[in-house]
């Protein structure tokens, strides 16, 4: 083999190693060679609600599109694309860079190879780059569709906007490898380097919450882009509205403004910037992270221990306490699960102390729903269950066992015993929480003994049906051959069961309870909710609580 031959498959080992890795997290070998028939149906089931779920996202994006065009307002759907594009990529990936780029669990086997440094990165980038284009691809395609059909523009505008479907996600992409890279090198020069990033994390997760609740829009009110008569989009409202989003976001995000400039007036120039800039930050970044990328990994893989260790007094305790720490010290030291998971946590609180301290009335005032008051003491628990229901553990934790389910299996623990363990997880987090955020609520609502005691019950009942309701989800849809966290938590079907189901559960169960169409009064509906959503959890707990635990 010549120099010229080496050189060629150096090039090839970073899309090796990205394709290698995707086709893990893809199940590709599992369709080929899985000779079981019912796990095969199971990922199949699983494949096919997936599917129905983007093809349900590619047909919003084009009725958004749509609706643009129908107001009128053609010119605006390349800025919002974008946006959206960006603003979906950022999220999805703002947690991924510490599973992805450090501490992911072949670092060891990858290092060992005579592969260089820029080699790995590049491809944990590539990765990164591909899931998040095709995210973009998700928005970008039937909006420039519709766009394209509508406008039908020069040949040249069709280039700039299949090329730009590749180049949206970059910046969104390095962004959050940045600040993954900054949470994590902060974190391992510190003692506790998990709990650190798991800190630093949520810490920016309030931040931007914050601020998307202090963001003023005072010349325009969300409200009035409902008409109350009929429950569709005010036109009128929504033309007036659009084009200021528009001008806000093309001022605040640059690649917005040189994208809508490339194809709306059609200045190729600026796509030739927008080109170069994406393309470089990422040169850029791999430069810049490949100088500190081993010490980086090196001090998060290295603990430093006591010398004078001495054993003392041995407490033991039951099973059921000991596989709850294991458990809950499992979620907490993950960064990624963590920051992922207690985000509804995080939210409720936020909410119910910016209720208590502004007060609810100038809040929905500001939202143009002032007229909505008189029910919110009414929809207040199901607010609470809501967003707290999407922190639900329990969904993942048996998967969580990963590779070493077979410990669990081995040890002399019935199921029951383990499912407990993590309910009892769950609701470590989920029911404190609620209770704070109900008391917050009372106060600030003023509500009645009677009411203060619904607006406390209505969350619980929910968050404990969810939780075992996530033992009923995990116990069927958990796979262990996973090769990092972030593939379980974030790209996991269930994982999404997890955080969404309860929550359109709870939607239903909250519009039947206040828009009238039973002949009681709401607080006694909501008694009976609850009293059902208690006694299908219990039913349910029978029915899962000595199931085998998945193969």
């Not at 899931?131 to 909006?143: E, K």
């Amino acid at each position: 083999m010549n120099t010229k031959d080496v050189k060629i498959k150096r090039k090839n080992l970073s899309w090796l190693l990205a394709k290698n890795r995707l086709i893990d997290q893809l199940g590709w070998n599992f369709f080929r060679y899985e000779k079981d028939r019912r796990k095969r149906n199971s990922k199949i089931a699983v494949a096919v609600a997936i599917v129905m779920v983007l093809l349900m996202i590619i047909s919003y994006c084009g009725g958004v599109a749509y609706g643009y065009v129908y107001l009128g307002m053609v010119d605006l759907i390349p800025s919002i694309a974008i946006f959206i594009s960006s603003l979906l990529t950022l999220t999805f990936s703002l947690f991924k860079s510490n599973g992805e780029f450090f501490n992911f669990s072949d670092y060891d086997q990858l290092m060992s190879l005579p592969i260089a440094v820029k080699t790995i990165i590049s491809s944990r980038f590539l990765n990164m780059y591909i899931w998040n284009t095709f995210i973009a691809f998700l928005v970008m395609f039937p909006m420039g569709m519709t766009y394209l059909l509508f406008e039908q523009p020069d040949f040249i505008t069709y280039l700039i906007w299949f090329f730009s479907i590749f180049l949206v996600s970059l910046i969104p992409t390095i962004i959050a490898a940045i600040f993954g890279t900054v949470v994590t090198a902060i974190s391992s020069k510190l003692k506790y380097t998990n709990a650190v990033a798991t800190v630093l994390s949520i810490g920016l997760v309030v931040v931007l919450l914050i601020f998307l609740m202090t963001a003023s829009t005072t010349n325009f009110g969300f409200g009035e882009l409902i008409d109350s008569q009929t429950g569709t989009i005010n036109a009128d409202a929504f033309s007036s509205l659009a084009p200021f989003v528009s001008d806000r976001l093309n001022q605040l995000y640059l690649p917005t403004k040189l994208f809508k400039e490339a194809v709306v007036d059609g200045k190729f120039l600026s796509f030739l910037i927008f080109a170069v800039v994406s393309i470089g930050l990422y040169f850029l970044f791999l430069q810049l992270l490949s100088i500190k990328y081993k010490k980086i990994n090196t001090a998060l893989t290295s603990h430093s221990r006591k010398g004078n260790y001495k054993i003392g007094l041995l407490h033991q305790k039951g099973m059921l306490l000991a596989l709850y720490k294991k458990t809950l010290m499992r979620i907490l030291k993950s960064t990624v699960a963590a920051t992922n998971l207690l985000v509804g946590c995080v939210m409720a609180i936020l909410l119910a102390i910016s209720t208590l301290i502004i007060g609810p009335e100038k809040i929905l005032q500001s939202l143009d729903l002032a007229e909505y008051f008189p029910i919110l003491k009414n929809v207040a628990g199901y607010v609470i269950a809501a967003m707290v229901s999407m922190t639900n553990t329990t969904t993942i934790s048996l998967a969580l066992e990963g590779k070493n389910v077979w410990l669990i299996k081995s040890l002399p623990i019935s199921p029951k015993t383990l499912y407990d363990s993590y309910v009892l997880t769950n609701l470590t987090f989920t029911i404190p929480t609620s209770i704070i955020c109900s008391l917050l609520f009372s106060i600030s609502l003023k509500m009645s003994f009677i009411e203060t005691i619904l607006v406390i019950v209505t969350p619980l009942s929910f968050l404990l049906f969810t939780a075992v309701a996530g033992i009923f989800i995990g116990n069927r849809m958990a796979y262990y051959d996973w090769q990092d966290e972030t593939q379980l938590v974030k790209q996991s079907m269930m994982s999404l069961i997890g955080m969404l189901g309860g929550m359109i559960i709870i939607v239903f169960f909250g519009v039947i309870a206040n828009i009238g169409v039973l002949p009681l009064e709401i607080k006694s509906i909501t008694f009976s909710i609850n009293l059902f959503i208690l006694i299908i959890t219990v039913l349910l707990y029978l029915h899962e609580c000595n199931r085998p635990i998945k193969q």
